[in-house]
C-alpha cells in the first residue's frame, strides 16, 4: 500500500547495488500513528527484537519476519547448530500467532537437506518467497472478501456498508494489502461506498494507532471507537459486517485473536450481524482441534497501566491512567468459539469455521498433520 504516495511493504530486503543482501528493513511500528520511522535489521538478535518488542506485530508480518530472521542467523555460519539456535530464538519471541512457527518450519524444510555452503542464499531467496506469496495471499483473501461486501451493498442501494474491525489486521499486520483489510481496500477501490468502525483495541490501541493511520492515509471514511461501543452499534443496526483477522485458528474452527474478539463475535451473534474471519491459510494450525488449547500470551503490566500518546505540544510521551500498587491483569488474545464464526475469508474462498470444510479447502496441510 502507500505511504505519502510511495508503494510501501511492512518488510523489505536492503542490499548494496549488486552486493548480496545485508539487512532487513521494517516500520517501527510502535511510532505509529505519530512518526513514520523505519529501522534495518542486521542479525537474528534484532530481528527476534523487533518481533518481541513488537515493532512487527501481526500473525503474517511475525512470520515473515522470522523467515529473514532465519536468513540474517546464517551469515557466516549456516551449520545445523546455528539454525537450531535461530529456529529456538525466534519462536521464543511470542506465543500466539501461529505462522511464526509455520515460516520457521518452512525455512528448515528448505534449508536442512542443503550443504552449509548453499544454505545462506536459499535463506533469503525462500524468505522472500514467503512475503511473496503473503502478498498474494492477502491479495485473494480482498477478492474473496469483496465478493461479500458487494452483496450487502447491492441489498443496500447505495448506502455505505458498515464494517466493524477489531485490532489491525491490516497491510501493517501483513507483507501488504492485510487480511481483514483487504476486502475493504479492494471495495474501496471498486467505489463501494462503505464505512469502518475501528476498534480502538486496548491496551495497545492497534486499532486507535495502526488501522486508523492505514485507512486515513487511503482516504476509507471510518471513525475509531472505544472497545465497548460494538455492541451499542450492533443493537442500533449500525454494523452491516464484522471482520476480524487471527492469530491462530484450529482444525475445527475455533478463531483465537486479539482479546476483546470473543466479544464482538457475541453481540454480533445476538443482533444477527455476520462475524467473518480473515485469514492466510498459514494461520491455520491443523494440529489442534480446540482454540483453547491455543498458549495465549501475557504481556507486561505496564501496557494497560499506562498510554502512549502525543501531547497538544507535540511531545510523544506515556502516562500512567491506574492507581500505584493496583495489580494488572494483561491477557493479549481471546478465544472466538467456531460456532460464533459466519464464515472464514481465506485465499481459496470462503468457507465455513468448521472442520470437515476447512479441511476439503486445504487437504494437503491437513493430511500432513493427520
Ligand atoms: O498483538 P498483535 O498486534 O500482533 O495482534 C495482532 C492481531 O491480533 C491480528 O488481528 C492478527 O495477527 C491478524 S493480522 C492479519
Known sequence: MKVNGTPTRTI?????????????????????????????LVSLEEAAHAIKAMLVRGAPLIGATAAYGVALAVHGDASDARLAHAYETLHATRPTAVNLRWALDE????????????REAAAWARAAEIADEDVEICRQIGLNGLALIREIAARKKGAPVNILTHCNAGWLATVDWGTATSPIYHAHEAGIPLHVWVDE??????????????LNNHGVPHAVIVDNTGGHLMQHGMVDLVIVGTDRTTANGDVCNKIGTYLKALAAH?????????LPSPTIDFTLSSGFDIPIEERGAEEVSHV?????????????????GSPVVNYAFDVTPARLVTGLITEKGVVAAERHAIATLFPERAKAAA
Open 270 to 278: 445476538d443482533n444477527r450481524v455476520p462475524f467473518y474471519v480473515a
Open 12 to 40: 523489505w530486503v536492503e542490499r548494496e547495488p549488486g552486493a548480496a543482501p545485508g539487512a532487513v528493513g521494517i516500520i517501527d511500528q510502535t511510532r505509529l500513528p505519530h512518526r513514520f520511522e523505519t529501522v534495518s
Open 201 to 214: 483495541t486496548r491496551p495497545r490501541n492497534q486499532g486507535a494507532a495502526l488501522t486508523a493511520w492505514e
Open 308 to 324: 502512549w500518546g502525543r501531547t497538544g505540544a507535540g511531545e510523544i510521551t506515556t502516562v500512567q491512567v491506574t492507581p500505584d
Open 107 to 118: 525455512m528448515m524444510a528448505t534449508l536442512t537437506p542443503l550443504a552449509e555452503a548453499d
